[in-house]
Every structure is written in C-alpha cells, then in structure tokens.
C-alpha cells in the first residue's frame, strides 16, 4: 500500500499572546494538521482567534509557544529572510478586501509578487498570469484598471494573483465577505475549481455557513481552541 502523501501544514501546540506587563492569550494551544488537496473552512465568533491563527500560518507572525511546519518546514528554524521565501513558494493569500492597486490594471495586479520578487515581471510570469485571468473568466478584462471592475470580478483578480504562482496552499480570510450572494456563489465556485483541478489545498475563514457547508472540513475555533473538527458529508446525489 503506497505512503499517505506529507500534510502540507501541522499546527502544534500553537500558543499566541500579545502584550507585556498584562498578557492577552489569543491562542491556547492549537492542533491542526491539513492534507494536500483538502479545502478547510475555518470558523468561529469574532475575537476566537481565527485571523491570529492564519497569520500564524501565512509566515506574517511568530506563535508565542508551539511549532508551525509548512511544507515539511518547521518554521520556527528560519530567520525572516527564510521565512519570506517559504511564504513566496509555498503560500497563496486571498482577503475580504482584495487589496488591489486601484491605478494598476488587472494583469498588472497580478503580477505585482513578481515584480516584488524579481525587480520586473518575467515572461513566464506574465503568461502564467495572463493565463489564470483567463481561467478565473477575465480573457477580456486583462488590461482594465482595478477601478472598473465590479466586486465580484475584482475578487477574481485577487484569487488570480493567489494562484498564478501554483502555491502548494491558498489562505482565504472571509474572501465572500464584502460580496452580494450571486458574486459569493461565483468567487466560492472558482476556488473549489481550482482546488479539484490543480490540488491546491485552502483555508477558508468564513462567517457564512453556505460557504462552510460547500468545504470537505469545518474547523471551529472558539477562545484561542479548536472545540471542533469535522468533515462535510457529501450533498446528496
């Protein structure tokens, strides 16, 4: 019988307070192990410590206590330039507010890592970002400012921009958040597309339950603990 493949994460023991004279514990310990290809919704009332968590997981902060292994990489071993290249490699970020450049156009949005990376875009990078425009359904929006876009088209550049690189895993905090229910179905549809076609493994913050049910696993988080973890069963027929 062949190996499980590797987790792409394990959270262990993940501890994170903030503050000095008078300590505020946002995390108590959290366990979480992710599969490649699985597609998680992480929930929980506001102040659980869900966006703590994905900081934690995203490489943009350090857990006070507890080790955080990417991609076979305990990252508690690596300075802030290790930790900046794994986070290149290795990780995708969609948010609630997609955090374009309002005077930039949609492929340039989307080559804005690269450029970051590389001084100025390559070739590849442009093919591969002018292809993800096309597979998230902007063939024709590929050179309109992020200012005459709609919401929801808006949110396909920011998932674009997540995925042009293939990273091995996507965090998504409250990606539908700011989106009506049309665009919510849409934007929730082309990252379940992309986690079936290309394996790419997502954690997805949510508050809306219709987005959770539609994962294969529900995590809950509720004062800094997971009090819950559960698979989807499967929508009938």
Not at 124 to 133: H, I, K, P, Q, Y
Not at 225 to 230: A, E, I, K, L, P
Request: hydrophobic share 45%; net charge neutral.
């Amino acid at each position: 019988m062949a190996e499980p493949p590797p987790p792409v994460l394990v959270v262990a023991g993940a501890v994170k307070e903030y503050g000095a004279a008078v300590k505020t514990r946002a995390l108590a310990g959290v366990d979480l192990t992710i599969g490649p290809g699985e597609l998680t919704a992480l929930i929980g009332p506001s102040g659980s410590g869900k966006s703590t968590l994905l900081n934690l997981i995203g490489l943009l902060d350090r857990p006070t206590a507890g080790t955080i292994v990417l991609g076979g990489h305990d990252t508690s071993t690596l300075d802030e330039r290790g930790l900046t290249a794994l986070r290149a490699r290795m990780l995708g970020f969609v948010f609630q507010f997609h955090h374009l450049l309002p005077a930039f156009t949609a492929l340039e949005n989307v080559l804005l890592p690269s450029w970051g990376d590389r001084g100025r875009p390559t070739a590849d990078a442009r093919a591969a970002a002018e292809a993800m425009l096309r597979a998230v359904g902007l063939a024709d929006r590929l050179h309109y400012k992020a200012t005459d876009l709609s919401g929801g088209q808006q949110q396909r550049v920011a998932i674009a921009r997540a995925l042009a690189h293939r990273p091995p895993l996507v965090l998504a905090d409250e990606p539908t958040g700011n989106l009506d229910t049309a665009s919510s179905a849409e934007v929730f549809a082309l990252m379940r597309r992309f986690n079936r076609e290309l394996g790419t493994t997502f954690i997805v913050v949510t508050h809306d339950p219709r987005i959770a049910d539609q994962c294969d696993r529900i995590v809950e988080l509720v004062d800094g603990r997971v009090v819950s973890d559960r698979p989807v069963p499967p929508a009938p027929g």
